[in-house]
């Protein structure tokens, strides 16, 4: 599956943003969805992921109680929301999507994730 994220653009710290993944093909609801991120000079780190059927939800303990991942999938797209934007948060924000069956863990590692889009920038500042 291809994957287009948009959404991202420049806040001032303490505002919000929405961040959109929608996919090429019409069997999204079985992808399990998450959202990484990449800063200038570091390494992908793992945000927030959400499984197929929308019962969990996996939080980067940098993000918990600041973002939220939802998905609409009669609409085919899963939400990134972010509140409170911090200056660090600033960075490229990838979606990335699997069909496997992930254990807990797995959802945190960018090497079980099959599918990814092009990035959106978003930068915060102070």
């Known amino acids: 599956v291809q994957l287009q994220a948009s959404g991202g653009g420049l806040v001032q710290a303490g505002e919000s943003l929405r961040l959109s993944c929608t996919p090429s093909?019409?069997?999204?609801?079985?992808?399990?969805i998450a959202w990484f991120r990449q800063a200038p000079g570091k390494e992908r780190e793992f945000v927030i992921a959400?499984?197929?059927?929308?019962?969990?939800?996996y939080y980067a303990d940098s993000v918990k109680g600041r973002f939220t991942i939802s998905r609409d999938n009669a609409e085919d797209t899963v939400y990134l929301q972010m509140d409170s934007l911090k200056p660090e948060d600033t960075a490229l924000y990838y979606c990335?999507?699997?069909?496997?069956?992930?254990?807990?863990?797995?959802?945190?590692?960018?090497?079980?994730?099959?599918?990814w889009g092009q990035g959106t920038l978003v930068t915060v500042s102070s």
């Open positions: 959400i499984n197929w059927s929308r019962r969990r939800s």
């Open positions: 990335a999507a699997t069909r496997r069956n992930l254990i807990q863990s797995a959802y945190y590692s960018d090497q079980y994730y099959d599918s």
């Open positions: 093909e019409r069997t999204f609801q079985y992808y399990a």
